[in-house]
Structure formats: C-alpha cells, structure tokens
C-alpha cells in the first residue's frame, strides 16, 4: 500500500514550439544547469516515481516533458531515434535553455545519447540508465517473453514486474511500492501511449539495434562530456553488458552497476541512485 506523498504537484505546463506543443512539468529550484529526464518506452510524464522526482528536485531544477506524439504532446508519431532526439532539442530550446545535463532512462538513455551526439554543445553531462548504444559483439539478446510484452498495449502489474525487476521477494516488494506511488499520482485522465506512438517507438529502438557495432563506437568516441552509465545486472531489457561496452568507448565515463537489480534499478535503490546522480552533477 502506497503512503507516500508528493511534495510537488503534477501540475502540467505547455510550451508552443514549430512541430508541437509540448507538455511538461518542471520542479525545484531554479538556477544553475537544469536536468532533463527521458522516459522509456510506453510511458508518460506520469510515470516517474514521484519520490524520485522529490528527491532529484531537493537541489536541482528538474525538467520532464513528453515528446512529439507521445502523451500530452501533440504531433505525428516519431519513427527514428534521430526524430526523438530531434524533438527533445526542439523542446529544450523553445524553453530558452543553452544547456542541459540529461538523464535518460531505458529508450529515453538511446535518445539521450542521439541529442548528445547531435548537439553537444547543448549538453553539459550524460546519464544513461538501463541503457545501451547498440548490440554489441556478444551481448545477449532480448527474449522472446520480454518482447511479447512489449508489443503488448495492456500489459498488466505481473508483465511490468517481470521486465523491470528481478523475481527475488524483496525486488518484488519494491516494486510493488514503486508502481503503487506511481498509481497514486496519476491523474484520472492520464493519456497512455498510444499504438501509433509506441510502434514508433519500437521502429526506432529495432533500427538503433541494428546500426553497425563499428558506427556505434565511432558516435561513443565522440562524447567529450563527462557520463554516467548505470545498470542492473538482472536487467531483462537492456542487458547490463551494454553498458559495460559502451564505457569501454567513452573518453569520460563511468560504470555503476547493481548487482540484485533489473531495468529499474532507479527506482529499487532509489536514495542510492539518486545520490549517485546528485555526486555526479555536482562535480
């Protein structure tokens, strides 16, 4: 049972640019770089877990929108992670902002990576969580049970357990907590993803695996910008071996990985995540 509650509201904010008009939210204090979160696959502004957001925004200006098509915001559906990351600039620049520092979490760290490489000078720092840059050589490939799921535009509290935690008692129990405080803060009228806007989605992350291992390292080696990649090693995903090849060809990264957790690592160590993100920002 959730008993946790938000200290800041879901208030939803709007902002006109030339493809659409973007939803967002935005909470804590102003000043200093913001931070930009990118969701993951079929989900919204609504599904952050509030206290991570609390958290993260103690200190910082956090900023989470929707993207073209997806959500809140208008606009046709993206197909391309190029299209996704070109969207996120176009957000980011239609709020007046000259620099961002990025936290992308699953498809969200892919299209993180994409507006890193494509506009670096609008970057500061780089977190990818439960993310990769490709498949690499040797790197274990999605199960047929996990892509069941999601192609699927209902999936249920056992689905979503399964593809982001590992199935151990206490992974489970946090879990649990986490999707209760999610529930507890949607809206009633909360818009869900909808078909158009998720195959899109799966268009991209299908076309992003398949772009040669050779062309991935060639972007990775490119990134100046100090980044975070942070995984768990039970992740059914986006296995943990993706981050492990990706720091090997970043000039300035480092490596976090937990060793009894899944996709949602976030979120199943959350004040330990969170700090890790605070330490890496500040410095």
Do not use: C
Not at 77 to 102: C, M, N, P, S
Not at 108 to 124: N, S
């Amino acid at each position: 049972m959730n008993t946790y509650t938000p200290v800041n509201a879901a208030e939803n904010l709007h902002i006109d640019a030339a493809s659409a008009r973007f939803t967002y939210r935005r909470m804590g204090p102003r000043g200093g770089v913001p931070l930009v979160l990118l969701h993951r696959f079929r989900a919204t502004v609504d599904w952050w877990d509030p206290e991570f957001l609390d958290i993260l925004a103690v200190e910082r200006d956090v900023i989470l929108f929707d993207n073209i098509g997806i959500g809140y915001t208008g606009g046709e559906a993206l197909t391309t992670v190029e299209g996704f990351a070109a969207g996120a600039i176009e957000f980011i620049e239609a709020l007046g902002l000259t620099e961002v520092d990025l936290l992308g979490w699953s498809f969200g760290g892919v299209v993180a990576q994409a507006v890193t490489l494509t506009r670096p000078d609008l970057v500061r720092k780089l977190i990818v969580a439960g993310s990769g840059s490709g498949l690499a050589p040797n790197m274990p490939t999605i199960s047929e049970r996990v892509l069941g799921i999601m192609a699927k535009p209902d999936a249920d509290l056992e689905d979503m357990l399964y593809l982001f935690y590992p199935e151990t008692e206490e992974a489970r129990k946090l879990g649990l907590e986490h999707f209760d405080k999610v529930a507890a803060a949607m809206p009633t009228d909360a818009p869900v993803v909808n078909e158009a806007a998720a195959m899109g989605q799966l268009q991209a992350i299908t076309a992003a695996l398949a772009t040669p291992w050779e062309q991935v390292v060639a972007g990775l080696g490119t990134i100046r910008q100090p980044v975070l990649y942070v995984n768990g090693m039970h992740d059914v995903m986006i296995h943990a071996f993706a981050s492990y090849s990706a720091v090997e060809h970043l000039p300035s990264a480092k490596l976090v990985l937990y060793g009894d957790a899944g996709h949602a690592f976030l979120f199943q160590h959350l004040e330990e995540f969170t700090a890790e993100v605070k330490s890496f920002l500040a410095h």
